[in-house]
C-alpha cells in the first residue's frame, strides 16, 4: 500500500531546504508539501486564531497557507489531505536546533503538533552557520531514517528531532542517539536607534554556549554526528513531582 508524507516547514513554502528534501523524498510514497508563505522561523507553537486563513494550491501535491506552521499541519491534515498522512517531516531548517532553541522552533513544532494529532513526525534541521549547505546531505540521510520509521513506527507520543552537520556525506562521523541539551545564547539583545534617535530593541543573534555533557545533542554536531534525539509530548518531571507530593502536600492543605 502507498505511503502518504507530508512535507511542511517554518522558513516558507520557497526554502531550499523544502524543496530538496521533497525532490528526494517522493520515493517513499505520495508526498505533499503544506508550509508556510512566508518565514516564521521562531514562529514555536503558535495558531493563528484572530484572523481567517488561505490556502493556495500553487502546484500538484504543494501548497501554502498565510499562517503558522502548526496551522499548516492542523489544516493540512483536517482539511487538505484526504487522509491522515503516515510521516511528517518538517523542515530542512538552515540552522541548528539543539537545546532550547526547540521552545521557540516553527520546524520543531511543526512535528509536536502532527505527533499530537497521531502521526509519526521528525523535525531535521542542518547545523549550518554559513554558506554553502548541504542540504542534499541531510535529506538523503532523512530519506533514510523515514524508511525505517515507516516500517518500525516511532514509540507512543515521540517525535524525533534530528540535526544533521552541514557536510557531506562521506564525512559524516556517524549517528548519535542523544538526550536535548541547553543552548543559551549571550548577548543576544541589540540596541539600536531609528534616524530620530528613538531606542529599539532586536532579538537574535549572539554567541551560543552548550551543554558540556557527551551525551548531548550539540556535542554529537561538535563531532560530526548527526543527532537524534527523542522528544515526549509529556514535559512533565516526574522527580519533581514525586518531591512535591511527598514534601510539600501537607504545607499546602
Not at 23 to 52: C, F, W, Y
Not at 211 to 226: F, H, L, P, R
Request: with cysteine; net charge negative.
Amino acid at each position: 500500500m502507498m505511503k502518504h508524507i507530508l512535507l511542511t516547514n517554518d522558513d516558507g513554502i520557497h526554502a531550499p531546504g523544502l524543496k530538496i528534501l521533497f525532490q528526494q523524498s517522493r520515493n517513499l510514497g505520495k508526498t505533499v508539501i503544506i508550509a508556510p508563505e512566508h518565514d516564521n522561523s521562531a514562529a514555536s507553537h503558535s495558531l493563528t486564531m484572530n484572523r481567517p486563513l488561505r490556502v493556495r494550491e500553487i502546484a500538484e501535491n504543494i501548497y501554502t497557507i498565510n499562517g503558522t506552521p502548526t496551522d499548516c499541519v492542523t489544516i493540512g491534515i483536517g482539511k487538505i489531505l484526504p487522509q491522515k498522512p503516515d510521516l511528517v517531516i518538517s523542515g530542512i531548517n538552515p540552522g541548528p536546533n539543539l537545546g532550547d532553541d526547540v521552545s521557540y522552533s516553527g520546524t520543531v513544532s511543526a512535528a509536536i503538533e502532527s505527533t499530537m494529532l497521531g502521526i509519526p513526525s521528525i523535525a531535521v534541521s542542518l547545523a549550518a552557520e554559513s554558506e554553502p549547505l548541504h542540504y542534499e546531505t541531510a535529506a538523503a540521510f532523512i530519506v533514510r531514517l523515514a524508511k525505517i520509521i515507516l516500517e518500525k513506527g516511532l514509540p507512543r507520543d515521540t517525535l524525533l528531532n534530528v540535526n544533521v552537520p552541514d557536510t557531506t556525506l562521506e564525512m559524516i562521523g556517524g549517528v548519535a542517539f542523544t538526550r536535548r541539551g541547553r543552548r543559551l545564547y549571550d548577548d543576544a539583545i541589540k540596541e539600536t536607534y531609528d534616524p530620530w534617535g528613538r531606542k529599539h530593541y532586536w532579538i537574535g543573534g549572539g554567541t551560543p554556549s552548550f551543554d558540556a555533557g557527551e551525551d548531548t545533542d550539540s556535542a554529537a554536531i561538535s563531532v560530526n554526528k548527526i543527532s537524534i534525539t527523542p522528544m515526549h509530548l509529556d514535559p512533565t518531571n516526574y522527580e519533581a513531582l514525586t518531591l512535591l507530593q511527598n514534601d510539600w502536600a501537607e504545607l499546602l492543605t
